[in-house]
């Protein structure tokens, strides 16, 4: 057989296409975030204080069960750990910020269409990866109590806080708890704070969009750690007042970071 004859049928290689660029950002590029985030909150209000408002009833509603179940003392850490899928739940918001910056038109149907469509690609896969570090962090509770406080059961969320509060083995699980916690939001913040929106508005994988995040944080980290650290508080405060601040943060919070993307990634229409 001619060593020139081509053998057909078979697949060509997929075509290589290099990691998003990272841009260094500053200061000023989070301000900025944060008014342009203001204004589409602004501007589409309705929108935003329903995503908000549905989120903050789904948080509610996980401490409630937790106290019907006689398992209270787990609130605290509960509504923590559903902190932890902001991300998540923020991309109906993403969507509201990309198409007010496209020019788009914002409908219901076409948000919810949208992000129906996300359950088979690969934006899909990054809610597993957030999924599965708040079920690591509910582990880690559930060890830390074991751990410091025994295999004892508590009346009340009262009676745990008394206990907590008012013994050194209390106060070492709340030291520790605390530095396990931040160390688990600051790997999930790195790997998710650019990568929700990367896959919505582009068709990457979520292993890159992963990388993308973590260079991102990794390029500047001061200005990222700084937006992790105010998301943070923010939360905190705004689940407090029995999760009814995340009706007003959560929107907001949701388009500063569609924003905060548009300044890190080059997307790849801006690259070309």
């Given at each position: 057989m001619n060593e020139q004859t081509t053998i057909t049928g078979v697949d060509k290689p997929a075509e290589f296409r290099p990691l998003p660029k990272v841009r260094q950002i500053t200061w000023d590029d989070i301000t900025r975030a944060f008014r342009a985030g203001l204004q589409d909150f602004h501007t589409a209000p309705v929108y935003g204080l329903t995503f908000g408002a549905f989120f903050a009833f789904g948080g509610l509603f996980v401490v409630l069960c937790a106290s019907a179940f006689g398992m209270s003392y787990l609130s605290y850490p509960l509504a923590a750990g559903f902190a932890l899928i902001g991300p998540f739940a923020c991309v109906g918001l993403y969507e509201v910020s990309r198409r007010l910056q496209t020019g788009e038109r914002i409908t219901w149907?076409?948000?919810?269409?949208?992000?129906?469509?996300?359950?088979?690609?690969?934006?899909?896969?990054?809610?597993?990866?957030?999924?599965?570090?708040?079920?690591?962090?509910?582990?880690?509770?559930?060890?830390?109590?074991?751990?410091?406080m025994g295999f004892q059961s508590f009346a009340s969320l009262d009676s745990f806080m008394d206990k907590v509060l008012s013994t050194g083995d209390g106060w070492m699980f709340l030291i520790v708890g605390h530095f396990v916690g931040a160390a688990l939001s600051l790997i999930l913040f790195s790997l998710t704070v650019i990568s929700f929106p990367l896959l919505l508005e582009e068709d990457r994988d979520f292993i890159t969009a992963m990388i993308t995040s973590v260079r991102a944080v990794l390029t500047s980290p001061v200005p990222m750690i700084g937006w992790g650290l105010v998301v943070t508080v923010s939360l905190v405060i705004a689940i407090m007042p029995f999760f009814t601040g995340l009706i007003f943060a959560l929107p907001i919070l949701g388009h500063t970071t569609w924003h905060l993307y548009k300044a890190c990634v080059v997307s790849e229409g801006e690259a070309q």
């Open positions: 149907s076409s948000l919810l269409a949208t992000m129906w469509a996300q359950k088979g690609r690969e934006l899909a896969w990054m809610a597993f990866v957030v999924l599965f570090v708040m079920i690591m962090w509910m582990y880690q509770v559930r060890l830390l109590l074991a751990l410091f």
